[in-house]
C-alpha cells in the first residue's frame, strides 16, 4: 500500500509539475507514503500479530479499489505512465540521465544503499533499542516508562516513507505504476520476502528480495506458474528453518565463532 | 509518610470478587511484603496498582496523587517500577541491553533517533555499573534467555529495581529458586532497594521474615493482618487462616 503511494506520489507529481527534479520526485513519493501512514497508525498500530495483519491488508485492499475508481487522478487500470523522467542533477555540478538501464541501476544502488544506512543507523539509536525490546516484550516496555503504541506508529510511518521510496523508484524504472502494485499478491510479497529471509532480524528481509528475484529470473525461463515454486520455497521455510534463510548464517556462526559450549565441555569430557 | 494508598479497592473478572474491599497503606522507605494463600488476589492487586487493570471500584494514590486506573507507563514515569511472577525479560537481548533499557527508562531517553546508543557514554557506565552491582557482569553480552534460571530471575527483578524508582514492587523475585540463589537474591534486593520503598509478594517465609519491615496478609481478596513481621507471628487470625502450625 505504502508502496504504492509513494510510487502513485511520483508519477503523478512527474506528471502534472514540469521540470520537477529527480531527488524532489523521489521525495514526494517518500511523503506521500509518510502521510497516508500517518493517517492510517492510528488505528492500525493499536493491534498486533495477526489482527495487525489483516487490518493492514484491509486497509491495502480499500486502497487497490479506490485507485481503480479514482480514474481521474489515477488512471484506473491503465495507472500512470509515460511522464518524463528527469535527470539525476545537482545544479551546478553533475547531471546524468538516467534513462540508460545501466545508469538507473547505478541509482537505485546509491538509494538502496542510503536506505540500508539510514534503517541500520536507525535501529542502533536509543529508540530503535526500544524497537527492539518492543519486538521481544511490548508489556514490559510499557511497565518501564515506554509508550508502545506511539512508538510502535513513529516505526510504522518510517517503514511506510521506506516503502515510499522503493515505490517511487519502481515507478520510475518502470515509467509507469498501475492498481497492479497494490494488488493482494503485491501486499503478500514483502511478508512471504520477510517469512523466508527471517522475521525479526535486518538482513533477512534483504537476504530474502534477493533469493525471490533470483528464483522469479531463474523459474520464469521454466514455468509460467512462478508463484507456484515460491509458495513451495514459502512452505518449506516456515517447516523447516523458523527463523528463515537468515538463521542459517547464525547457525553457522555459531558453530564456527563460539566459544566452548556446554555440549564442546560434554563430549570432551566423554 | 503515605507513599502508597489503596481506598475501598474492589475488583473482579466478570462477576468473580478477587478484591474485596483493600485498603492498603505503605509507608515511605519500607519494606511492605504481602502474603497470603494462592489466589488470595495478590497479583491481582498488584495489577490494579500498577494499570494492568482498572479496578472495579475504590481508589489507588500515589505520592498523593489519585492514580487509579493510570497506564503502566505514565506510572513508570512518576516513579513506580515492578517485577513479574512469571519472568519478563527481552529474552532475546544481552543482560547489558536489558539493564539499558530500565537505565534509559530512569534517564528519559525515549525518542531519540539521532545518536547511537553505543555512543551515549554515560548510559553505557551507567549500565555496566549495574550490570557490576547485581553480579551479571559475567553474563553482560548472553542473551536473556540464555541464562541460567536464577540469574534470570534475578535480572528480571533487577530491570524493576535498577530505573531508580521510589516505589518498587516485586512480585515473588525467588519464585523457583534454590537455597542459595535466594539467599543471594534477598541480599541483591537488600542493596538495590535501599532508601526506597518496595512491596514484595512472597510465599518463602524466610524471605518475608528477612526482609520485610510490615506484612500485609491478603485472604480471600480482602486484607486479614498488617503489622509487624512479630505481630503477624502471633495474630491467631493468621495463624488459623495462613501461616497454620508452622515454625516461625
Known sequence: ?270 | MTILETKGLYHDFSGLEVLFDVNLEVVEGERHAIIGPNGAGKTTLFNVITGTYKPSRGQVFFKGIDITGEKPFKLARIGMGRSFQITSTFHRLTTFQNLRMAVMSRLGIRFNFHRKVDKLQHVTDETDEVCGRINLDGERDIPAELLSYGKHRSLEASLAMAGDKELVMLDEPTAGMSRDETHFAVELIRRLTEDKTMVIIEHDMDVIFSLADRITVLHYGSILATGSPEEIKNNQDVKDAYLGDLEV
Open chain 1, 1 to 270: 500500500m505504502y508502496f504504492g503511494a509513494g510510487g502513485f506520489g511520483t508519477a503523478i507529481a512527474l506528471t502534472h509539475i514540469q521540470g520537477l527534479p529527480l531527488l524532489v520526485s523521489v521525495l514526494i513519493g517518500f511523503v506521500s507514503a509518510v502521510v497516508l501512514a500517518i493517517i492510517l497508525s492510528p488505528i492500525v498500530v493499536r493491534v498486533s500479530g495477526t489482527a495487525f495483519a489483516m487490518l493492514h491488508l484491509a486497509f491495502s485492499q480499500l486502497m487497490f479499489v479506490l485507485v481503480l475508481k479514482l480514474r481521474g487522478i489515477t488512471g484506473g487500470e491503465d495507472g500512470v505512465g509515460g511522464f518524463p523522467i528527469p535527470p539525476f542533477s545537482i545544479p551546478g555540478i553533475i547531471s546524468i540521465d538516467i534513462m540508460d538501464p545501466l545508469k538507473f541501476y547505478y541509482f537505485a544502488i546509491i538509494v538502496l544503499g542510503i536506505s540500508i544506512l539510514i534503517l541500520w543507523f536507525f535501529t542502533k539509536t536509543p529508540f530503535g533499542q526500544i524497537m527492539v525490546s518492543i519486538r521481544d516484550n511490548p508489556n514490559r516496555v510499557n511497565y518501564m516508562g515506554f509508550r508502545v503504541t506511539l512508538s510502535k506508529a513513529v516505526i510504522y510511518v518510517v517503514a511506510g516513507g521506506f516503502a515510499g521510496i522503493a515505490g517511487s523508484i519502481y515507478a520510475l524504472f518502470q515509467n509507469l505504476i498501475s492498481a497492479e502494485e497494490l494488488s493482494i499478491m503485491a501486499c503478500f510479497a514483502p511478508i512471504m520476502i520477510t517469512m523466508v529471509g527471517g522475521v525479526g532480524s535486518f538482513f533477512g528481509p534483504i537476504l530474502g528480495s534477493g533469493v525471490f528475484a533470483f528464483l522469479e529470473e531463474l523459474t520464469s525461463r521454466y514455468t509460467e506458474h512462478v508463484e507456484l515454486v515460491q509458495g513451495l520455497i514459502l512452505i518449506l521455510v516456515i517447516l523447516f528453518m523458523p527463523m528463515g534463510l537468515i538463521g542459517i548464517f547464525h547457525i553457522i556462526k555459531e558453530k564456527l565463532f563460539s566459544k566452548p559450549s556446554l555440549q564442546g565441555t560434554m563430549e570432551s569430557a566423554s
